[in-house]
């Protein structure tokens, strides 16, 4: 298969897995079945506890175990609070499709040592589930965003979204998924470059079209550059 055919796949024959049945999973599942997709959504128990959830707030997505989420999706959705990321089971994600919503709160998350170690939060999850082809999107636009700010394409307020990944294949997978969610995709390169979007940043904290967001991505390659250039 092509990078161009995993860009241009077609929703109603691509099946999403969502661990995590919060507001950001929940948000991501509503906006995927209004683009068309088949939905799976799993928290750490019984689907039969989430059911009712699902049901109420992404009618239409299905509650399934988490191991049935990783095995029958095409592109599985981290959408659990950070500090969790080493419940994630590497045996399931090897090999999978992985993207990475997931944001770092202290007041949520505690205190993460290893986080400080870690070039960016993806890579610090990457470390866990080695064997995941990990990307990162989403993390930067709202829950109730996703609803509110979504455009068909070509429309002149369109927002656009950054995504980042080490893996080709994956990164056009989740181009794509941006678009058909009604945002305009940015390749922002290597997983590392997802820093650029992470809370704290004018990434995070604004709304950009096309142009903006890659002015905003240039912006942060030139300061991270000029850290790295010895005093003269």
Same mark, same amino acid.
């Given at each position: ?8 796949h ?11 049945? *919060?507001k950001?999973?929940?948000?991501v ?5 209004q683009a068309?997709?088949r939905?799976?959504?799993a928290?750490? *128990? =019984?689907p039969?506890?989430?059911?009712l959830?699902?049901?109420?707030m992404?009618? @239409? ?6 191991e049935?989420? /990783? ?11 950070l500090? $969790?990321f080493r419940t994630?089971?590497?045996?399931g &994600?090897?090999? $999978?499709?992985?993207?990475?919503? /997931? ?6 998350n505690?205190? /993460?040592?290893? &986080?400080?170690?870690? +070039?960016s939060?993806?890579? /610090? ?6 064997g ?9 636009? @709202?829950?109730?965003?996703?609803? #509110? =700010? ?9 927002r ?6 080490d893996d ?5 997978l ?6 058909? #969610? @009604? %945002?305009?995709?940015? =390749? ?5 470059k997802g820093?650029? %979007?992470?809370?704290?940043t004018?990434i ?6 096309? +142009? ?9 390659a030139?300061g991270?550059? &000029?850290?790295?250039?010895?005093a003269?």
């Amino acid at each position: 298969m092509s990078i161009q055919t995993f860009r241009r796949h077609d929703p109603a024959t691509t099946t999403i897995g969502i661990l995590g049945a *919060g507001k950001v999973g929940t948000g991501v599942a509503r906006q995927a079945l209004q683009a068309g997709y088949r939905v799976l959504v799993a928290a750490s *128990g =019984d689907p039969k506890d989430i059911s009712l959830i699902i049901s109420v707030m992404a009618p @239409g997505a299905i509650a399934v175990t988490a191991e049935d989420a /990783m095995s029958d999706a095409d592109l599985v959705v981290l959408s659990v609070p950070l500090h $969790k990321f080493r419940t994630l089971d590497p045996a399931g &994600l090897a090999g $999978k499709h992985v993207l990475d919503t /997931m944001n770092y709160w202290r007041d949520t998350n505690g205190d /993460m040592p290893e &986080l400080e170690d870690a +070039p960016s939060s993806s890579e /610090m999850v990457h470390s866990h589930v080695p064997g995941a082809r990990l990307a990162k999107s989403l993390n930067h636009i @709202g829950y109730h965003e996703l609803e #509110l =700010d979504a455009r068909p394409a070509g429309a002149a307020d369109r927002r656009a979204l950054a995504v980042t990944s080490d893996d080709d294949e994956t990164r056009a997978l989740v181009l794509g998924f941006v678009e058909h #969610l @009604g %945002f305009d995709a940015v =390749d922002a390169g290597s997983l590392a470059k997802g820093a650029a %979007f992470e809370p704290g940043t004018p990434i995070f904290t604004g709304s950009y079209d096309e +142009p903006g967001l890659q002015a905003e991505l240039r912006v942060h390659a030139a300061g991270e550059e &000029l850290e790295l250039t010895p005093a003269q």
